[in-house]
């Protein structure tokens, strides 16, 4: 399906920028779906006068030492003592009530955050992708953000990707890098089709296994595409199991209104916080909920959410303490309820 003309973002527009060493002053600027009391550490609960008041103080001397350290990782130098690694292959069990017994153990392959340069280049991505079909999945979601910061290595990007698209089912949704790069959506869909891959924009696809229909369900990227999840479940009976993808895991904030909740939703955006301070931890994670979605399997109010760390970067071009990785997830039926399951 071809995918719709876009608008250009508008240059007047104030939106978040996702170098790490220019997001925290920016951060007030995030969108927010649904709208809601902005995320802030500082804060004991939305409103508090007192959390206010430590808001106002602390906010400009956490920006000031946080960007300071960021700087820091911008080095050529430092770069050098921590060059791209390889992503580590990280084995997930998602426990799920209710799960048919004939969706019991299935595997799959989580990716995303791919950001497709010349820094990394084709050969990094393609050891990524070797060590991703040895683990055989029945299939692989790519999570967005496949390009980085512009069309140049598009076509190579695509090449590479149809290696594993010829032998395993694979499905993607869009980033909002990819939307950055491309905002008319002319090109990256057909790269992405000539490549053997499924895109889904707000739509569904039925997969077999075991004699069971599961759906594999994307959605539109929330902060430069047009989310629109009812659409996206149009076509998924009453009841069906589905697998939701969303390049944002915010995209879990308006599941409140679907009646037929999903087993799973994947997404990437947040890198696992790409650089990881001692003590502090991320500096900053791109998500209403700060740090309880940066990364790993969360259980949310209505879902299981799976936020892998990806495996490219952002600038600065350099990962510190949080590795990339390929996700291999293997749904399971619960035995007990999914709250005993996440304490």
Known sequence: MPCRPRICPNPGDERINLDLGTTLIRIDNIR??????????????????????????????????????LRLFDFPGFKKLFPPKLPRVVQVSV????????????????????????????????QAITRTMSLSPGFIAITGDMLHRDMEPIQELGQVLSKIAKRIDTYAVLGNHDLQVDPLCSRLPRVLKQAGIKLLINESVGVKINGSRLYIVGID??????????????????????????????????????ENKPLLVLSGHTHGGQISLPVLGPPMVPSIAGKRRCHGLIREKHTWLHITSGIGMVEPLVRFRVDPEISLLTLEKAVVSPHQQAG
Request: aromatic fraction near 6%; charge should be negative; hydrophobic fraction near 35%.
């Open 95 to 126: 426990p799920i009530p209710g799960l048919p017994s004939t969706l019991d153990k299935t595997r799959l392959v989580h990716l995303s955050d791919i950001h497709y340069c010349r820094e990394l280049g084709p050969g990094f991505l393609q």
């Open 221 to 258: 990227d929330l902060w430069e595409g047009d989310a629109d999840i009812q659409k996206a479940l149009g076509c998924v009976p009453k009841g069906s199991p589905y697998i939701l993808l969303s390049h944002n895991p915010d995209i879990v904030d308006m599941l409140e209104t679907v």
């Open 32 to 69: 927010r779906y649904p709208p809601r009391e902005p995320f802030d550490p500082l804060s004991n609960s939305p409103g508090d006068d007192d959390g206010h008041i430590a808001r106002t103080l602390m906010r400009p001397i956490m920006r000031m030492l946080v960007n300071g350290a």
